[in-house]
């Protein structure tokens, strides 16, 4: 666990569930936020077990969440599937995302904090994950953590970048 001040950033546990789920209805698309799929409790308790799951914290409570998942955890989405089919990854690849900051704790390099933890935890493995072309706050904060974008593909009509990083 590192703490920046108040803030903690670190793994999550059953006891973030709520927060995290929280979070994640506050910025769906329908409601004018930016997240293109809400996971139900359920998976993200699976994924939780099967790789690492980044939450920020003030006072306890989540304001951030970074998530991440084998390839086969998600291959189902579809959005994921196409991310996969146009990016030639790595063997032991897994997928980045999706990550949410809470919209008044943006800007403050939260999203990059939970980002270098994960890649702490992750050593020398490919992440692989995609940004909607018109998300250019999502787009300028992960160039800024020096990924590199490596495909595009285009999925419900919106073209989509697809980045990649070694951890
Ligand atoms: C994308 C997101 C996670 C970034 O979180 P964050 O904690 O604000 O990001 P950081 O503070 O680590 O990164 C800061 C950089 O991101 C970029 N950035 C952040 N907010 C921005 C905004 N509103 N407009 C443009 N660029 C922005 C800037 O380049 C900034 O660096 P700078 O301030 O030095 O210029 C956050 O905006 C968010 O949760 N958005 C809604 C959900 C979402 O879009 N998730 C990603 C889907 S792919």
């Known amino acids: 666990m590192t703490e920046i001040g ?4 670190g793994q999550a546990t059953e006891a973030d569930l709520e ?3 929280d979070l994640q209805a506050a910025n769906q698309a329908g409601k ?3 997240l293109s799929v809400s996971l139900p409790r359920s998976h993200i308790a699976a994924m939780m077990n099967g790789m690492p799951l980044i939450v920020a914290r003030r006072r306890g409570r989540v304001i951030g969440f970074l998530m991440t998942s084998t390839r ?10 196409a991310m996969l089919a146009a990016h030639p990854y790595q063997d032991d690849a897994y997928v980045y995302g999706p990550i949410c900051v809470d919209v008044d ?3 403050q390099g939260i999203a990059q904090a939970m980002f270098t933890e994960l890649r702490r935890l992750q050593p020398g493995r490919e992440g692989v994950l995609f940004i ?10 992960h160039a800024k953590m020096e990924m590199r974008e490596v495909a595009s593909f285009a999925f419900k009509g919106m073209d989509h970048a ?3 990083y070694v951890g």
Do not use: T, W
């Open 32 to 34: 004018g936020g930016r």
């Open 162 to 164: 697809v980045f990649s």
């Open 105 to 107: 704790e943006r800007g």
């Open 132 to 141: 909607r072309r018109d998300n250019s706050a999502s787009l300028r904060a």
């Open 6 to 9: 108040i803030l903690e950033i």
């Open 19 to 21: 927060g995290i789920l």
């Open 72 to 81: 086969a955890m998600n291959a189902d989405i579809p959005v994921i599937r």
